[in-house]
């Protein structure tokens, strides 16, 4: 098991600029900031103009860890627990619940609920709920 | 311009996942192991991702239009149906069992970790197999039901 440490103060700032990123976005585009959403799109645009701003979004979201590098001298700190079987396995069923679910953690989880859309917080309360689930059982049941 | 606004918005969503450390699946994931070593940071990313969204969105939306379209394109549904339900429980086992989740994945890319790569192919991969599978099932379920 990783032990990570309690940032507070980091993840809170970073929070804010990922709903600053959201309102950046509703305001200029009209668009909602959601991951699953923006990725799709890129997969299956309406048209050019609509496939542009999705792929500078995508590039943009990319040059993140780039920018904390700059900031910070190091890069993000990444730590993966799960194996390559499970990275595939857990990306496959995440692509397939973001998709018949509508959305993930960025647009439900934030600018869903943000709304206080009936669909986003039963959305978020499941996916939080079933993670929860998943987690414990991997951990302490399986994993011991 | 549209193109220039684009990248620097992702640009401070891909910042703010570093810096809040959810391009992590280890501080992910310990959020969610409140019997282990847990770590209740992504509470404080969520928090203050709602707090800045929910009172900007509030000025926004009052506006007519955002600045470079004619219309906001917001979701307009409000029914709790079945495939919102189970694929939300569905996205959940993933995350549990992988880690990352898309908004935490694709900035993540940026670090050229293969474990990154990995994970995304195959949520792209799941992406386009239930697309395929809804469009088949839309097909067959008659319009007038």
């Known amino acids: 098991m990783m032990e990570t440490v309690f940032t507070p103060l ?25 991951a699953t959403g923006i990725v799709t799109g890129l997969m299956q645009p309406a048209n050019l ?53 509508s959305g993930c953690t960025s647009g439900h989880g934030v600018c869903g609920m943000a709304r206080l859309s009936p669909r986003s917080i039963v959305a978020t309360l499941t996916f939080m709920f079933t993670t929860a689930i998943t987690v414990f059982v991997i951990r302490h049941l399986i994993g011991g | 311009m549209r193109l220039i606004l684009s990248y620097v918005i992702g640009l401070v969503f891909g910042l703010g996942i570093s810096i809040s450390g959810m ?36 000025f926004v939306l009052r506006r ?24 939300s429980g569905v996205f959940g086992i993933g995350w549990g069992i992988a880690g990352f989740c898309p908004g935490g994945a694709l ?9 990154v790569v990995i994970f ?10 239930a697309k395929a599978v809804r469009g088949a099932l839309a097909a067959r379920t008659p319009s007038t039901v």
Do not use: C
């Not at chain 2, 007519?64 to 189970?86: N, S, W």
């Open chain 1, 10 to 34: 980091q993840s809170l700032g970073g929070g804010a600029l990922i709903g600053l990123a959201a309102v950046l976005l509703m305001a200029t585009l009209g668009r909602v900031m959601g």
């Open chain 1, 49 to 101: 103009g609509d496939w542009t701003w999705r792929a500078a979004l995508l590039a943009g979201m990319i040059s993140g860890p780039a920018a904390f590098l700059l900031l910070s001298g190091q890069m993000p700190e990444i730590q993966v627990p799960a194996s390559t079987s499970m990275l595939i396995i857990g990306g496959l069923i995440v692509g397939i619940g973001v998709t018949f679910g």
């Open chain 2, 23 to 58: 391009a992590n699946p280890a501080k992910v994931l310990n959020f969610f192991d409140i019997a282990g070593n847990w770590d209740p940071s992504l509470a404080f990313v969520m928090g203050g991702a709602l707090v800045v969204t929910a009172l900007g969105y509030r």
């Open chain 2, 64 to 87: 007519p239009a955002p600045l470079i379209d004619t219309a906001f394109h917001l979701p307009t549904r409000r029914d709790l149906d079945a495939p919102l339900i189970l694929g």
């Open chain 2, 107 to 115: 900035p993540a890319l940026g670090t050229g970790r293969s474990e």
């Open chain 2, 120 to 129: 995304v192919a195959a949520m792209l991969a799941g992406i386009v197999l």
